[in-house]
């Protein structure tokens, strides 16, 4: 039996959002509701930070919490470090994103799923584009797409629309193929995570700001589990005003 370590990497400092992972959501830390959507689901959750008042707030609300260096330019280099602090024998190290509120178990267990294939080396999340999300959906850049092979492995991350529809009116693209958008869920075995962090910043990654592209142009491999659930990141204070008109309706 695998073991799951769930780190949940929180900065204070965000250029659209500061002090995100302390904003109220419906009466709790959107950081908070992250730890409650983790915990649980896997052997064990730590939420890995760089700022005392984070830390405060989820000792406050009895989470675990790793304080790390300020100096990390990855939410994957912070999984690293937390990941040594913490110690354990885990075998595989989970990357939930600290602005995911409503990540679901069902996307948590997807991604572990994938572990059942031994060769898998990192994991993640995809969802299908629905065609009445419309074009502009797809054409968001900052809704990441994936293409995948037969395998369910990445081929590639892109900002633009990937595969472009050479010979079909882009109103029909979605009704033509099954687009891919990325979730920034990611799952690595620990000694791979170990490999990544001391890869230096590669010519994709710094063309996509993808940080995943730098793991596929060193050659590991990434297998997508995917999801049907909707979830609402929240980069931004107009995402957080969404965010609580979902939460009504759920």
Not at 35 to 58: F, P, S
Not at 173 to 178: D, E
Request: net charge negative.
């Amino acid at each position: 039996m695998l073991k799951f370590l769930g780190i949940i990497p929180a900065r204070y400092a965000s250029t659209r959002f500061p002090a995100k992972p302390l904003a109220m959501l419906d009466g709790k830390t959107v950081i908070q509701r992250v730890y409650e959507q983790v915990a649980g689901v896997l052997n064990d959750a730590y939420v890995a930070t760089d700022d005392e008042r984070i830390e405060a707030v989820v000792k406050a609300f009895g989470g675990k919490v790793v304080m790390t260096s300020v100096n990390h330019k990855s939410g994957t280099d912070r999984c690293y470090e937390a990941y040594t602090k913490i110690g354990g024998d885990f075998d595989i190290v989970v990357n939930i994103q600290g602005d995911e509120p409503f990540i679901q178990p069902s996307q948590l267990e997807a991604v572990k799923a994938c572990f059942d294939d031994v060769t898998t080396q990192i994991a993640t999340l995809v969802k299908p584009f629905m065609p009445d999300n419309g074009f502009e959906a797809l054409e968001n850049i900052n809704s990441p797409k994936v293409v995948l092979n037969k395998n369910m492995n990445a081929l590639y991350f892109s900002r633009s629309i990937i595969p472009y529809q050479r010979n079909a009116e882009k109103q029909d693209w979605l009704k033509n193929h099954t687009y891919y958008k990325h979730i920034g869920l990611y799952a690595y075995r620990a000694g791979v995570l170990k490999e990544i962090t001391s890869l230096p910043q590669s010519s994709l990654e710094l063309a996509e700001s993808l940080e995943q592209l730098r793991w596929l142009e060193n050659g590991y491999t990434i297998k997508a589990g995917v999801t049907e659930v909707e979830t609402i990141g929240i980069d931004t204070p107009q995402d957080l005003e969404k965010a609580e008109e979902f939460l009504k309706t759920c």
